[in-house]
């Protein structure tokens, strides 16, 4: 019979934390909280962000565009954001450029995929794959 236990290959849900933006002029403030919104954990300020899709990855948040893209619905790019620092660092440019990019995570994979470049008038559906950086 299955196991109905919160913990998953020996991590349990009591280590997830909430990020939330907030816009300001300039830039944004990301602020990391608890589960229960009880304790604000950390509060970074980064540059304006405009990016497609923002997501978990190993204690991360990921970008999916750049951090100012600037109404440019296409891009290459990809962020990572460590939750314990607030650095923010690039992973090598995505081979194909991708717009409306979509982004998840798993345990040791990020999977990019949108909608691509036109070819003769049929659309293109691109899919990108990092694998986490061992070590």
Do not use: H
């Not at 816009?23 to 497609?52: G, L, W």
């Not at 954001?81 to 607030?86: K, Q």
């Not at 409306?100 to 559906?125: D, H, M, Q, Y």
């Amino acid at each position: 019979m299955p196991s109905s236990s919160t913990e998953v290959k020996g991590q349990s849900f009591d280590q997830e934390r909430l990020a939330t933006f907030e816009y300001t002029e300039n830039a944004a403030q990301v602020r990391i909280v608890n589960p229960e919104r009880s304790k604000e954990e950390n509060k970074f300020q980064i540059p304006e962000i405009e990016c497609t899709n923002i997501f978990a990855f190993q204690n991360k948040l990921v970008f999916i565009g750049s951090l100012e893209i600037k109404n440019n619905p296409f891009t290459r790019r990809v962020d990572l954001m460590d939750l314990s620092t607030g650095q923010v660092s690039s992973l090598p440019d995505m081979i194909n450029v991708v717009q409306s990019a979509v982004g998840v995570g798993t345990e040791n994979e990020i999977f990019v995929f949108g909608k691509g470049i036109f070819l003769r008038s049929l659309p293109w559906f691109p899919n990108q794959l990092y694998e986490a950086a061992s070590g």
